[in-house]
């Protein structure tokens, strides 16, 4: 006769159950953790989507005049965020001048229009700003532009010879080679010894179209530092009025020659994707200037260049210091309707700032007139708007920058024996999906390109501008 004996704890069924006890909670742990790091993501991503996708829809119907339907599909469907912003719903008010966007039911944004301010993504309360000043009146329908508003493209008989040319650059320049990677060009102008003498614009966009510069805005504010230089109120060897740094804080010795050459050192992530230094300031920041003056010093200033948005926005939040009640009218009465652009604006956060960095806003025509003030040495019908010498300083490499950057102004878009070479005095005002404005002076040549271009090879300006150069060659 036997006997079974009940397993012990060393026979083999007990530790396979506990094996099994120990993989099931780790799975559960790391699922958990999972759920838990997405949910976070998400809270941070959802008030950014939202936001992004509100002042994307509230620019395009308010400010440029287009139909919401037209900015949803060919602004935001093509966008890289497209699977972020497939899960945002908006509500476009428009007799309250507001978008109101969710995610996913939650973290709503909201987004308001102005006249004359533009759009701001609203923060806590809109900080009160005196009214700007009125848009000047239209200029004489008659008069050549840029002082009037009417275009002959082939008034320079010089450019009526080359017409052929020029209209096969245009061809070109709005068809679509690579599906894959489109180019989306929706406004073209070429302005040559002071006229316009090409031109052309995608459907739903025409000549009264204001457009969003993005970071081309960075120029506006080149030029609006420049005026008070001219003024005698701001001087490039001295800092500007920052609240949060005291005297003895090392980031007060920043000068605006540091700031306008991007060397400030302040620490600042330049990087266009979800939820890094440059997305958060514009879309989640009330103050968009306060947030880079709180950003620590990575280098000593003047010893590193660094692209930084949150640089230009520290000068506009100082210009707002210095200007007191003539601040929201200050762009257009020192520098847009001395030139006639009454379309120009540029808009601000809820602290009552300008977003200089990101978002001026302009039709082609009038980004055409702002280039040939620069291709004029800063003035304008026999008026010196900008500083003396001005422009040469801002075309002057800062260092570190590899000769690619000056003062608020790109030099050089691309690498060095990748693209074609350019006259000396080329330099450029550059934004997000390839808004471009090229100035060469001893040309007499302005070239303004606007589009939606996600890959940056889908358009080379260089490239561009060179066969314009060539069309136009005696």
């Known amino acids: 006769m036997t006997s079974s004996t009940p397993p012990t704890s060393e026979s083999p069924a007990r530790p396979a159950r506990r094996w099994r006890r120990w993989i099931v909670r780790g799975v559960l742990t790391?699922?958990?953790?999972?759920?838990?790091?997405?949910?976070?993501?998400?809270?941070?991503?959802?008030?950014?989507?939202?936001?992004?996708?509100?002042?994307?829809?509230?620019?395009?119907?308010?400010?440029?005049?287009?139909?919401?339907?037209?900015?949803?599909?060919?602004?935001?469907?093509?966008?890289?965020?497209?699977?972020?912003?497939?899960?945002?719903?908006?509500?476009?008010?428009?007799?309250?001048?507001?978008?109101?966007?969710?995610?996913?039911?939650?973290?709503?944004?909201e987004v308001c229009y102005r006249e004359g301010l533009g759009t701001t993504v609203v923060i806590g309360e809109l900080a009160e700003v005196d009214p700007p000043a009125p848009v000047p009146p239209p200029t004489d329908p008659s008069a050549p532009w840029p002082e009037g508003a009417a275009v002959d493209v082939d008034l320079l008989p010089e450019a009526r010879a080359r017409r052929e040319a020029l209209e096969a650059l245009l061809d070109e320049a709005f068809s679509e080679p690579d599906p894959e990677h489109p180019r989306r060009t929706r406004g073209l102008v070429v302005v040559w010894r002071g006229r316009i003498v090409a031109e052309r614009y995608a459907p739903g966009f025409d000549p009264e179209t204001p457009q969003l510069g993005w970071s081309m805005t960075k120029t506006f504010v080149a030029a609006l530092a420049g005026v008070l230089v001219r003024e005698g109120r701001w001087s490039l060897a001295r800092g500007l009025s920052v609240p949060e740094w005291s005297a003895d804080d090392p980031r007060a010795a920043i000068t605006l020659e540091q700031l306008l050459h991007m060397q400030s050192g302040l620490e600042f992530a330049e990087d266009y994707s979800p939820l890094t230094d440059v997305t958060r300031m514009l879309f989640c920041e009330r103050d968009a200037g306060g947030f880079a003056a709180s950003k620590p010093l990575a280098h000593p200033p003047g010893t590193a260049w660094s692209y930084s948005s949150g640089t230009t926005n520290l000068i506009c939040r100082a210009m707002r210091a210095e200007l007191g009640g003539a601040y929201a009218s200050f762009p257009r009465d020192a520098l847009f309707a001395p030139l006639g652009m009454r379309s120009a604006v540029i808009e601000l956060d809820s602290a009552g700032h300008f977003v200089g960095s990101s978002f001026g806003w302009a039709t082609p025509r009038d980004w055409a007139?702002?280039?040939?003030?620069?291709?004029?040495?800063?003035?304008?019908?026999?008026?010196?708007?900008?500083?003396?010498?001005?422009?040469?300083?801002?075309?002057?490499?800062?260092?570190?920058?590899?000769?690619?950057?000056?003062?608020?102004?790109?030099?050089?878009?691309?690498?060095?024996?990748?693209?074609?070479?350019?006259?000396?005095?080329?330099?450029?005002?550059?934004?997000?999906?390839?808004?471009?404005?090229?100035?060469?002076?001893?040309?007499?040549?302005?070239?303004v390109r606007l589009g939606l271009t996600r890959n940056r090879v889908s358009w080379i300006q260089e490239r561009f501008v060179a066969d314009v150069l060539a069309a136009l060659a005696d």
């Open 30 to 109: 790391l699922l958990l953790a999972g759920v838990v790091v997405l949910v976070g993501f998400g809270m941070r991503l959802g008030p950014m989507g939202s936001a992004y996708q509100a002042k994307v829809l509230a620019g395009g119907v308010f400010v440029s005049g287009r139909d919401a339907d037209a900015v949803l599909t060919a602004d935001l469907d093509p966008d890289e965020l497209s699977p972020l912003l497939g899960l945002c719903a908006s509500e476009l008010d428009p007799h309250g001048a507001r978008v109101r966007t969710s995610f996913l039911g939650i973290d709503a944004a």
């Open 369 to 447: 007139r702002f280039g040939l003030l620069w291709v004029q040495d800063g003035v304008w019908r026999g008026q010196r708007i900008l500083p003396e010498g001005w422009v040469d300083w801002c075309r002057e490499p800062a260092e570190h920058s590899d000769g690619r950057y000056g003062g608020h102004v790109w030099l050089r878009l691309g690498k060095r024996g990748q693209v074609p070479e350019l006259p000396a005095d080329t330099f450029h005002a550059a934004g997000h999906d390839r808004q471009l404005l090229t100035m060469i002076p001893s040309q007499q040549l302005v070239v």
